[in-house]
């Protein structure tokens, strides 16, 4: 439903923040799922960096559940929000996208 466009975003995002490809890039191939009640996101880090939708059969190395009032909290940079979220899998994969989404900004004007 929204997932192309979410992916077409975050990709927009990333590719005008070479220290964030850069650190995804160490995860290529791992997929992180993020499920935000009632929707679910499966992403999977490319050897660039970017992201692609997961294939149906994709077994996460990170889960990630934020409730929707943790999105709102994360949305208006609360940084304490993060340690609220339910994680799971792969730490270190897991901390590369909550550094990336913490520091990763959209420039309006720039767009």
């Known amino acids: 439903m929204f997932d192309p466009a979410a992916v077409g975003f975050i990709n927009h995002l990333l590719r005008g923040a070479s220290w964030a490809r850069d650190e995804l890039k160490r995860f290529a191939g791992r997929t992180a ?4 009640f009632p929707f ?10 970017e992201v692609a939708l997961a294939a149906a059969d994709a077994v996460p190395a990170v ?3 934020p409730t929707p009032g943790l999105m ?3 949305a208006a940079r609360d940084d304490a929000a993060w340690r609220d ?3 799971a899998g792969d730490t ?3 901390a590369a996208i909550h550094h990336v989404a913490r520091n990763l ?3 309006v004007e720039e767009d």
Request: hydrophobic share 55%.
């Open 33 to 36: 799922r993020f499920e935000i």
């Open 72 to 74: 709102l909290r994360l």
């Open 85 to 87: 979220i339910d994680i």
């Open 92 to 94: 270190d994969f897991a």
């Open 105 to 107: 900004r959209w420039d």
């Open 63 to 65: 889960t990630a559940r």
């Open 40 to 49: 679910a996101l499966a992403l999977t880090v490319l050897d660039n960096g």
